[in-house]
């Protein structure tokens, strides 16, 4: 067991591995490993990763997410690395406490520890009532890197449920501070290269103009996840699609209040070992000079940097 799991951040267990390996058909003695191996002898060979030594742990969940898919695997890795070379201000931070002294004064972000029965993580976002600006939604995206990054070396879960708390803030000032292309980058970031399964998006606001905010959201997701969007009055609404005992005590649940959890999740993700391991994956990009022109797809054009690799002659 890691610390995290000790220290009731991540409450994993051999059971929930073996139940999430046996959903992807990888449960059976050697077939993970063997599947890491095919994905790790093929980082070796691509010529325009920067980073080739990738710790297992990561490799495995990149699988997970593709429900055992090695093919897809690779391109969700191939994904993650060109994302980190194309917008680098995502990856910019490596240490949440000290690179974010006072993000948790507008937002607070955090898993919570205990798993659904059908193997997804809640997870809670919070803006607080606070004037905005788009600088402190890009530290809220550069925070959430940091998360992201433990998330898929520790968790092991098949997707998550997402809770967008806005009953403390003015949507309106969300709504025209929100950067539309920062927040596509980390969207696609979320889902398409770190592959976090999104199960359902529970918005929490009794705010008339909600409805702003979740046309923003449709604009940026798949049409399959806006679908997913609900909107939430109260704190009860939340309880007909998440469990209570699985949420804060602030939510109406019975686990730590959102305070408590957050200052957990500080301490655990500024750890020196944390710390150090961000400034590692910091330098898992590419060098786009090395990729075979051929390999350069549609799904890479569009995102802020492509056209470097666009040549007319």
């Keep these: 067991m890691t610390e995290s799991t000790k220290r009731d951040i991540l409450q994993i267990n051999a059971r929930t591995v073996q139940d999430v390996r046996k959903e992807y058909d990888l449960d059976k003695p050697g077939m993970m490993d063997q599947a890491i191996d095919i994905l790790y002898d ?11 030594d990738f710790r297992r742990d990561y490799l495995e969940r990149i699988i997970i997410s593709t429900k055992g ?12 690395c060109t994302m980190r070379t194309m917008v680098p201000n995502l990856f910019e931070k490596c240490h949440a406490k000290n690179d974010f002294p006072r993000l948790h004064d507008w937002y607070i972000n955090l898993n919570m520890p205990t798993i659904t029965d059908d193997k997804y ?35 092991y879960t098949i997707g998550y449920h997402v809770v967008v708390d806005l009953r403390d803030t003015n949507i309106l000032d969300v709504v025209s501070k929100i ?22 998006i529970h918005v929490l606001s009794n705010s008339s103009m909600i409805g702003a905010f979740v046309d923003i959201l449709k604009q940026i997701l798949t049409a399959k996840l806006g679908q997913r969007i609900s909107v939430c009055k109260t704190v009860e609404g939340l309880h007909e699609y998440l469990p209570k005992h699985l949420l804060p005590k602030d939510y109406g649940g019975e686990q730590k209040s959102i305070s408590i959890l957050y200052d957990q999740w500080l301490e655990e993700l500024s750890l020196d070992k944390h710390v150090e391991y961000m400034e590692e994956m910091r330098g898992a990009c590419t060098n786009e000079t090395l990729r075979r022109p051929d390999k350069f797809n549609d799904d890479y054009l569009g995102m802020p940097g492509s056209f470097k690799m666009l040549h007319v002659d």
């Design 42 to 52: 093929w980082i070796q060979k691509q010529e325009h990763f920067v980073k080739k």
């Design 69 to 80: 898919s090695v093919e897809k695997a690779k391109k969700r890795m191939d994904k993650v």
């Design 121 to 155: 993580r809640i997870f809670i976002a919070k803006i607080n009532n606070k004037p905005l600006s788009a600088s402190v939604f890009l530290e809220a995206y550069q925070f959430s890197v940091i998360l992201c990054e433990y998330m898929k070396l520790h968790d």
């Design 179 to 200: 950067d539309l292309v920062d927040l596509r980058n980390v969207m696609t970031l979320y889902t398409d290269g770190y592959g976090f399964r999104i199960k359902t």
